[in-house]
C-alpha cells in the first residue's frame, strides 16, 4: 500500500487518543450533528476496520459500521468519561457489535471456515500513516508477548471468538486461557503505554 | 463456571464473553473498584488493536449514516447511579457523597428529564471532581430545610444540596454566600424548586464559612438580610 499524497502525514494522526473526542461526544449528545461528522472522520475507518477484520464478509462489515456509527449518535450521551476513554469506549462498541454479528447463528457457516483456518496476522492495514504507525506499535507489542497469549488475543479480538472457544481450537484449559489473555493483556498495555 | 470472577478480565476486554458471563462480570465491576479500573486499561489496550485494523470505508457509508442520524432519536443520558469514582474512597465526604447521591435519584425525575441534557452530564462532571477531591470536606445544617456543603480548597469549589427549604414568593431568591474576614462574597442563587439537585459554585477562596440569605428575585450584590443559616468550612 502506498503512502497517501495528502495532509495526514506524519504527527497528529496517531493512536492515541485524539485530545477532544470526548468534547466531540459532548456535542454530538446534544444533537450537534456537525460535531458527529467529526466523529465519523475519526472514528469511521477503525470502526469499519474492526467490523471488517471480525465479520469478513465486506457487506456485512459495512452494515456493522453503519449501525455501530449510528449507535454512537443515539447513546453518545451514555459516555462516561470518568470511565475511561473516548475512543475505547466507542471501539468497545464497534468490536461487540462486530462480534455479536458473527456469533448469530446467520454466521454459522463461516465461524466453521474461519475455525479452519488460522486468523490472518497483521496483513491487510495500514493505508493512512496514522494507522501505518499504529499498526507498527501493536505489532511491535504483540511479538512481545508470548506466542501462546498472542494466539489466543487474536483468536478472540480478531476473530471474535469466546475464550470457551478459544481454549477448544488452542487444546487448552479454561483457566490457562483466560490467564493467557489477561496476562497478555497487561503486557500489551504496558507496551503501548496506554491509562483508562 | 469461574469462582474467580477476576480472572475473567482478560476475556471480558476481548469481548469473549459470553452475554450472560458478560452480565456477570459487570456487575462484579460495580463492587470492585480494583477490577474496574484494571478492565478500563484492558479496554484502552483492546482500542488499540482496533485502531490499528482501521480500514476506510467505501464513500458511500458517509452518506447512509448522515442521513440515519437525521432521523434517529437520540436515547437520553442513563442517571448517574454512583457519582464519585471509585479510586479515591475516603470517609470524610462517604456521608456527602450518599447523601448528595440520594438527592439526585430523590430528584431523579425532574434531573432526568431536564432539556439540556450536556447540562445536566457536565454538572455531573463537575459534582463528581469536588466530590473525590482529596480535600473534599462536608458539613450539614438541619433545621428550615437541610443544606449540604461539600467544599473543596484545592479545587476552590463547593457542591451544595438543600432540600426541604420553604417555598419563596417568585418575587424572591435563596442566593448563597462565602463569609469570612472580609465582606461577603455571593457564591450565586440558590433553587430549591421541590428538587434537590446539586450545584457546583466557584470562589470558595479563604471563605471560613458559607451562608444563605433570602434576596430579591436574582439575586442581590451583597447581603440585605441576616442568613437564615451558616455552615463552617473545613
Redesign the interface.
Known amino acids: 500500500m502506498n503512502e497517501p499524497g495528502g495532509g495526514r502525514r506524519g504527527a497528529g494522526a496517531v493512536?492515541a487518543e485524539p485530545p477532544d473526542l470526548a468534547e466531540l461526544l459532548?456535542?454530538v449528545?446534544?444533537?450537534d450533528?456537525d460535531a458527529?461528522?467529526q466523529v465519523?472522520e475519526r472514528l469511521?475507518?477503525?470502526?469499519?476496520?474492526?467490523a471488517?477484520?471480525v465479520v469478513r464478509d465486506p457487506a456485512q462489515a459495512?452494515e456493522v459500521?453503519?449501525d455501530v456509527?449510528?449507535e454512537l449518535?443515539?447513546?453518545?450521551?451514555?459516555y462516561?468519561?470518568?470511565?475511561?476513554?473516548a475512543?475505547?469506549w466507542a471501539?468497545?462498541v464497534?468490536?461487540?457489535r462486530a462480534?455479536d454479528r458473527v456469533r448469530s447463528s446467520q454466521a454459522d457457516r463461516d465461524r466453521e471456515e474461519r475455525a479452519g483456518a488460522p486468523p490472518r496476522e497483521?496483513d491487510?492495514?495500514a493505508?493512512?500513516v496514522?494507522?501505518r504507525l499504529?499498526?507498527q506499535?501493536?505489532?511491535r507489542c504483540m511479538r512481545g508477548l508470548t506466542p501462546t497469549q498472542r494466539e489466543s488475543?487474536t483468536l478472540?479480538?480478531?476473530g471474535?471468538?469466546?475464550?470457551?472457544e478459544?481454549a477448544e481450537l488452542l487444546g487448552v484449559g479454561?483457566?490457562a486461557?483466560?490467564?493467557?489473555?489477561?496476562?497478555?493483556?497487561?503486557r500489551?498495555?504496558d507496551c503501548?503505554g496506554?491509562?483508562? | 463456571m469461574s469462582h474467580e470472577p477476576h480472572d475473567l478480565a482478560g476475556p471480558y476486554a476481548l469481548d469473549a464473553l459470553t452475554e450472560p458471563e458478560r452480565r456477570r462480570f459487570e456487575r462484579h465491576l460495580t463492587g470492585c473498584a480494583a477490577c474496574a479500573e484494571e478492565a478500563a486499561g484492558l479496554r484502552e489496550a483492546t482500542a488499540r488493536l482496533a485502531l490499528a485494523a482501521s480500514r476506510r470505508p467505501p464513500e458511500r457509508l458517509r452518506g447512509r449514516v448522515l442521513a440515519e442520524i437525521a432521523r434517529t432519536r437520540q436515547s437520553p443520558p442513563p442517571l448517574a447511579r454512583r457519582l464519585p469514582s471509585p479510586r479515591t474512597r475516603g470517609p470524610a465526604w462517604l456521608a456527602a457523597a450518599a447523601c448528595l447521591v440520594l438527592a439526585l435519584t430523590g430528584g431523579g425525575a425532574a434531573w432526568h428529564f431536564h432539556r439540556d441534557a450536556e447540562h445536566a452530564r457536565a454538572l455531573n462532571r463537575q459534582v463528581a471532581a469536588v466530590l473525590t477531591a482529596p480535600d473534599a470536606r462536608t458539613s450539614t445544617v438541619s433545621g428550615q430545610g437541610r443544606v449540604t456543603v461539600v467544599s473543596s480548597r484545592s479545587a476552590g469549589k463547593a457542591v451544595v444540596t438543600a432540600s426541604r427549604l420553604p417555598r419563596l414568593p417568585s418575587t424572591r431568591t435563596y442566593q448563597m454566600w462565602w463569609l469570612g474576614p472580609f465582606a461577603p462574597r455571593s457564591a450565586g442563587t440558590l433553587d430549591p424548586g421541590g428538587e434537590a439537585r446539586p450545584v457546583v459554585t466557584a470562589g470558595l477562596g479563604d471563605a471560613r464559612r458559607f451562608g444563605v440569605t433570602v434576596e430579591p428575585a436574582g439575586g442581590s450584590p451583597r447581603p440585605t438580610g441576616a442568613p437564615i443559616l451558616t455552615l463552617p468550612l473545613g
Open positions: 493512536g459532548g456535542r449528545a446534544r444533537g450533528q458527529f461528522g465519523y469511521s475507518g477503525p470502526v469499519y476496520g474492526i471488517l477484520r459495512e459500521a453503519q456509527l449510528v449518535w443515539r447513546k453518545a450521551s451514555h462516561r468519561p470518568d470511565r475511561g476513554g475512543t475505547a471501539l468497545t464497534a468490536h461487540r462480534v497483521y491487510e492495514v493505508e493512512e496514522g494507522t499504529e499498526h506499535q501493536v505489532r488475543i478472540a479480538y480478531y471474535g471468538y469466546t475464550y470457551r478459544v479454561l483457566a486461557v483466560k490467564s493467557r489473555m489477561r496476562d497478555g493483556l497487561i500489551l498495555r503501548l496506554v491509562q483508562p
